[in-house]
C-alpha cells in the first residue's frame, strides 16, 4: 500500500512540484497518473523511490514512512519496486539477456535461477527470440519489453511506470499497457504516468490527475473494463490475485476503496 499525506514538494530552486498531495494507493491497483506537462507526475514517482525527497508530508510505504528513511536504508525500500521509464535506459553494450539477468548477478543469485527466471520472463514478455540481440537493433516496442522484464526480475510488490508509452505508436503503446494489465492481474500494484489520454479512456483503471502539483481529480476505474489478452506466459509474475477497487473525487483525506 502507498499512502500520501499532505506531500509537497519544493525543489531547491524554489519550483513547488507538488502541493499538499494526500492519496492511497491499495495493494494489487493499477492506476493511472496523469496530467499536463510539469504537474509533478515524475516528481510524485522519483519521491516514491527516495531519489527525491518530500519537503513536507509523510509517504508510507507497506506501512513505513519513507521520509523517516536513512539514506542507507533506501536500496531496501527500492526492493518493493520495478521502474520503467520512457527512454528504456537499457544498458547499450550488453544483450537482452544479460540486461534482465544484471538485477539479479547484483543481488548474486545463483547462475541456474538467473537463467530460469531470465528466460521465464521474455519469454512471458514475448521476446525471448531477441534474447542475443543488443539494445540498439531492438524496436521501441522490444525495448521496452525488455525494460519490464527487467523491473520484474526480483518480484517487486509496486511497478511505477514513468511514461512506458512515450516512444511508441498507439498500437505498441496497447500492447505495452496490456503487459502492464496482465502484471497487475497477476497481483502487482501497477502505477503509470502517462499524458496519453486515449490510453486511459481505453483501459478506464483508476485515474489520479495532477494540475500544478495539485491533485485535482481521482477518478474511479470502469468497471467491466475489455482488456485483451496480452500472451503473458503462465507463470512470470507471481500469483497473486488482482482487487482494483475505485477511487473518488480528491480530497483532504486519502482515498479509499468503500
Ligand atoms: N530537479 C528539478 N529541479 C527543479 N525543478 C524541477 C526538477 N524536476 C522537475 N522540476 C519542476 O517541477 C515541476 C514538475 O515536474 P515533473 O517532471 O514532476 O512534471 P511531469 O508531470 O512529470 O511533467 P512531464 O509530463 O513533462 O514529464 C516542473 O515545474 C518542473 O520544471
Ligand atoms: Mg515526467
Redesign the pocket.
Known sequence: MIQLYNVHKR???G?V?LHDVTLRVREGEMVFLT??????????IRLLLCTERGSEGQILIGGRNIHALRDDSVPFLRRNFGVVFQDFRLIGRRNVRENVAIGMEILGLPRKDIERRTEQLLEALGIAHRGAAFPRDLSGGEAQRVAIARALVNEPAILLC??PTGNLDPTLSREIIDLLSEVNRRGTTVLV?T?DAALIERYGCRTLT?EG?RLTLDRPRRDAVGLEASGLGASAVGTASAAAPPGREATQEPAEAP
Not at 496530467?35 to 510524485?44: E, F, Q, R, V
Request: glycine share 20%.
Open positions: 525543489y531547491e530552486n519550483v512540484a496530467g499536463p506537462s510539469g504537474a509533478g507526475k515524475s516528481t510524485l514513468d511514461e504516468a499524458h495532477l502539483g
